[in-house]
């Protein structure tokens, strides 16, 4: 597979009356373990009321395995596919379903097929009130780079990271069709927040105390750049996002 499945997963465009059989034989890196697998063992160890199969694009296998968007599924121990080759994003696209169950991106659009009971509904729109200070202010200040500023599902761990529309393109489909040549328009993506970490509520009581403040402007492109680097992905300023952190750090260690 190493030597050939890269070809075979060609076969999804250029001869798509086989995708089903492809789908049979091709082999995929997972959260599971460091091996290979097929999508028919994948689906063998999914969880009970699990409805689709997730699967992670991106450029390089280590970045896809520490990748922020993912925390949930672990948490939840929920296997996601990871997909490191700019030919997956074909294969995906031309696959939909495997054994009646839908592809979905980790990092797209709301994760409403999870299982959640209603408490955890309740507090979920909680959460969103709670917060909405701080992401109001953070989608005025990120007008020009995000489409939308919200609370995150996925998020255990991370303090923010990216996802796109349900509908949109993928970062690394975007990053293929312009090493093509393609003109590309700007996609503005969404900035989730994770309102169990620390820095978010600290930034929240900020924003509700004066939602005017200065610093949430630096903090909110900070936070936009921190979101780009967790997925590997070049910052506009990597020296001026240099600058803040050493501010941070001093302003830390004074305190």
Not at 120 to 138: G, N, V
Not at 146 to 172: F, H, P, W, Y
Not at 174 to 185: K, L, N, S, T
């Amino acid at each position: 597979w190493d030597q050939y499945g890269t070809c075979l997963k060609e076969g999804f465009h250029y001869e798509p009356s086989t995708k089903d059989k492809l789908a049979d034989i091709v082999l995929v890196r997972t959260t599971q373990g460091e091996g290979w697998s097929t999508l028919a063992e994948v689906v063998a160890r999914k969880q009970a009321g699990q409805t689709a199969l997730y699967y992670l694009t991106g450029e390089k296998l280590d970045t896809l395995q520490s990748a922020p968007q993912l925390e949930v599924f672990r948490k939840r121990n929920i296997e996601v596919i990871l997909l490191p080759e700019a030919v997956d994003e074909i294969m995906v696209g031309a696959m939909d379903k495997y054994q009646d169950l839908e592809l979905k991106s980790a990092a797209k659009g709301e994760l409403d097929d999870l299982p959640e009971t209603e408490e955890q509904t309740a507090t979920k729109q909680a959460r969103s009130d709670e917060f909405a200070p701080l992401t109001d202010r953070l989608a005025k200040l990120l007008e020009d780079t995000c489409n939308k500023v919200r609370i995150s599902d996925r998020l255990t761990d991370s303090a923010v990271c990216l996802v796109s529309d349900s509908e949109g393109m993928s970062t690394q489909m975007e990053r293929m069709m312009m090493a093509m040549g393609q003109a590309m328009p700007t996609q503005k993506r969404i900035l989730e927040l994770n309102p169990q970490h620390g820095l978010i509520q600290a930034l929240r009581d900020l924003a509700v105390k004066d939602s005017s403040d200065d610093r949430l402007r630096e903090y909110a492109e900070m936070l936009f750049d921190q979101a780009l680097l967790a997925e590997g992905a070049p910052i506009k300023n990597p020296a001026k996002f240099a600058q803040r952190v050493a501010s941070a750090m001093t302003f830390a260690v004074a305190h």
